[in-house]
């Protein structure tokens, strides 16, 4: 996951931190005082951005020799460590906040993932994430995401024809922007429709719509429009699933559920760095 977007998210969060220098930790100690560190679980989560924190350190010292102790994707107790570091002392501090930064919201992610994953195990259906990400961080969490093992949405409004309520509006109806879609489109792109009624779902169908997105549906709602659409697209649910009614949702018929919550409302993970001089 180290891409030059990853080294320049970095550069930022460093410049933001650290852009002044580090004030206390250089009137302390010299440049040849080294220490070790170690960051370790404070809670039992799913890890996830060790080689980020580890371009951390590197990229505030060379001379800074890092670790990892564990994967991206493993189950972690806490107390575990998950990553060590050796080096100079000053710019192993300047590096500590920036690197739990980026450990603390990915592993988060991962966590919540994880459970979402767990929870629909055996029933078929893929929990996806959306493009409600941070600004900037989005490869980084939804790569996140795949190593709490839920799949990804679209990355990008470039790699998917979805065909939402304001296209809809715009357009004039659903069959009409289904065929400027198909005359425009790659010949290879499907087209997803996001369909609110069931009335919007029986001209998704007419339409000739691979995927058909039903968002904001009720458990009863969805199991009607799947016996409507009767195997004529792929169905899609989206918009007010929570994890305590995941189950719910997750019934025969439908193939996806998207989940804005794996991201934007993943709490971060609880991670620490405890430094021992040498």
């Known amino acids: 996951m180290i891409t030059p977007r990853t080294d320049h998210l970095i550069d930022l969060a460093l410049e ?3 852009g002044l220098g580090d004030i206390t930790s250089e009137s302390l100690f010299g440049p040849k005082h080294r220490s070790r560190a170690v960051i370790e679980a404070a ?6 951005g060790l080689a980020v924190a580890a371009r951390v350190f590197t990229r505030v010292s060379p001379a800074l020799k890092v670790k990892l102790l564990a994967e991206d994707g493993d189950p972690v107790r806490s ?3 998950v990553l060590r570091v050796d080096g100079p002392t000053v710019a192993l501090l300047i590096a500590e906040r920036t690197a739990l930064n980026f450990i603390q919201r990915l592993s988060g992610i991962a966590t919540q993932s994880r459970r979402y994953a ?4 055996g029933t078929g259906v893929r929990v996806v994430d959306t493009r409600k990400t941070t600004p900037g961080y989005r490869a980084l969490e939804k790569y996140a995401v795949r190593c709490g093992g839920c799949h990804n949405h679209r990355s990008s409004l470039g790699e998917h024809v979805l065909i939402k309520d304001n296209h809809i509006a715009a357009a004039g109806s659903i069959a009409r922007a ?6 425009a489109a790659p010949h290879l792109a499907k087209i997803e429709i996001e369909a609110k009624t069931m009335a919007e779902v029986k ?13 904001n549906m009720t458990p009863a709602q969805v199991a009607a429009a799947v016996k409507l659409i009767d195997g004529a697209a792929m169905v899609e649910v989206s918009g007010g699933v929570k994890f305590a009614t995941l189950l719910e949702y997750a019934q ?5 559920i998207s989940i804005g919550a794996l991201t934007h409302s993943a709490p971060s993970a609880d991670l620490s760095l405890t430094l021992f001089a040498r």
């Not at 809670?43 to 996830?48: A, E, F, G, I, N």
């Not at 767990?118 to 195990?121: D, E, F, L, M, R």
């Not at 001209?203 to 968002?215: F, H």
């Open 16 to 18: 933001e931190d650290a």
């Open 43 to 48: 809670q039992d989560l799913v890890v996830c």
């Open 79 to 81: 107390g575990r460590p």
């Open 118 to 121: 767990a929870a629909v195990q």
């Open 178 to 183: 289904v065929a400027l879609t198909r005359a």
């Open 203 to 215: 001209a998704a169908v007419k339409a000739g719509a691979e995927v058909i997105l039903l968002d």
């Open 252 to 256: 025969p018929g439908v193939n996806v």
